[in-house]
C-alpha cells in the first residue's frame, strides 16, 4: 500500500474526531494504549464498526451504530490531491538483472495532470484506494494522530485518477530472451 496523501476530515464535517474519536470507538493496542488504527472499507463495517461510504458529493466515514461521523467533500479531496500530485510522469518498465547490474526497459510512460474526481470515488468503490485512521491517545490524555491517509493498493491504477493522459512512450516491446545489454549505452546517457 501506498499513501497518496494524509488528511483530516475539515472540522465543520465531522461529528468526533481524534482524542473523541479514540475514547468512543478505541482499543487498547499492543503498547496498552488507547487507539484506532483501522482500515475502512466500501460498504463493509470493520471490527470497529466503521466502513466507508461515497456519493457525488465525496467520501462519508460512517460508524454501524452512530451513522456518518465525517465527511471529505469531493472539492476538499480535489484541493488535498492536486497539492500532493499536480502532474505525474507514470513509467512502467521490465527489468533484467546481468552480472549483478540491473537494467531496465521502459515498455510505457505517460504524462499525467488534473484530478477526475468520479474516477478518485470509484478507485474507493473498487478498494483500490482505501482509508486507515492511525491515532492513539498519549499518556497525558491528548491524541497523537499520524494522519488519516488515503492509500492506494494497485499504483498502475492511479492513472484513473487524473484527468488529462498523454502517452510518452508507445508500448515498445523487446524480446524477453536476448540476454545481451538491453539498453547498450545506457551508462553513456
Same mark, same amino acid.
Given at each position: +500500500?501506498?499513501?497518496?496523501?494524509?488528511?483530516?476530515?475539515?472540522?465543520?464535517?465531522?461529528?468526533?474526531?481524534?482524542? =473523541?474519536?479514540?475514547?468512543?470507538?478505541?482499543?487498547?493496542?499492543?503498547?496498552?494504549?488507547?487507539?484506532?488504527?483501522?482500515?475502512?472499507?466500501?460498504?463493509?463495517?470493520?471490527?470497529?464498526?466503521?466502513?466507508?461510504?461515497?456519493?457525488?458529493?465525496?467520501?462519508?466515514?460512517?460508524?454501524?451504530?452512530?451513522?456518518?461521523?465525517?465527511?471529505?467533500?469531493?472539492?476538499?479531496?480535489?484541493?488535498?490531491?492536486?497539492?500532493?500530485?499536480?502532474? +505525474?510522469?507514470?513509467?512502467?518498465?521490465?527489468?533484467?538483472?546481468?552480472?549483478?547490474?540491473?537494467?531496465?526497459?521502459?515498455?510505457?510512460?505517460?504524462?499525467?495532470?488534473?484530478? *477526475?474526481?468520479?474516477?478518485?470515488? *470509484?478507485?474507493?468503490?473498487? =478498494?483500490?484506494? *482505501?482509508?486507515?485512521?492511525? +491515532?492513539?491517545?498519549?499518556?497525558?490524555?491528548?491524541?497523537?494522530?499520524?494522519?488519516?491517509?488515503?492509500?492506494?493498493?494497485?499504483?498502475?491504477?492511479?492513472?484513473?485518477?487524473?484527468?488529462?493522459?498523454?502517452?510518452?512512450?508507445?508500448?515498445?516491446?523487446?524480446?524477453?530472451?536476448?540476454?545481451?545489454?538491453?539498453?547498450?549505452?545506457?551508462?553513456?546517457?
Amino acid at each position: +500500500m501506498m499513501t497518496l496523501f494524509t488528511k483530516e476530515p475539515p472540522r465543520g464535517s465531522r461529528e468526533l474526531w481524534a482524542s =473523541s474519536l479514540v475514547e468512543k470507538y478505541g482499543y487498547e493496542d499492543d503498547d496498552g494504549r488507547p487507539a484506532l488504527k483501522i482500515t475502512l472499507h466500501v460498504d463493509q463495517f470493520n471490527n470497529q464498526g466503521f466502513r466507508t461510504i461515497t456519493d457525488e458529493d465525496g467520501v462519508h466515514i460512517e460508524h454501524e451504530d452512530d451513522g456518518i461521523v465525517a465527511t471529505y467533500p469531493l472539492d476538499y479531496l480535489r484541493d488535498a490531491y492536486e497539492e500532493k500530485f499536480p502532474e +505525474m510522469v507514470l513509467v512502467e518498465a521490465d527489468t533484467q538483472t546481468i552480472d549483478g547490474d540491473e537494467y531496465f526497459w521502459y515498455n510505457e510512460g505517460y504524462y499525467l495532470e488534473g484530478f *477526475n474526481g468520479e474516477e478518485f470515488l *470509484n478507485l474507493i468503490r473498487e =478498494s483500490i484506494i *482505501n482509508i486507515d485512521l492511525r +491515532m492513539h491517545l498519549r499518556d497525558s490524555g491528548g491524541a497523537r494522530n499520524h494522519g488519516t491517509a488515503f492509500r492506494i493498493k494497485d499504483t498502475s491504477k492511479l492513472d484513473r485518477a487524473f484527468e488529462t493522459r498523454s502517452q510518452l512512450i508507445d508500448g515498445v516491446s523487446r524480446d524477453p530472451t536476448v540476454t545481451e545489454d538491453p539498453q547498450k549505452g545506457l551508462s553513456d546517457f
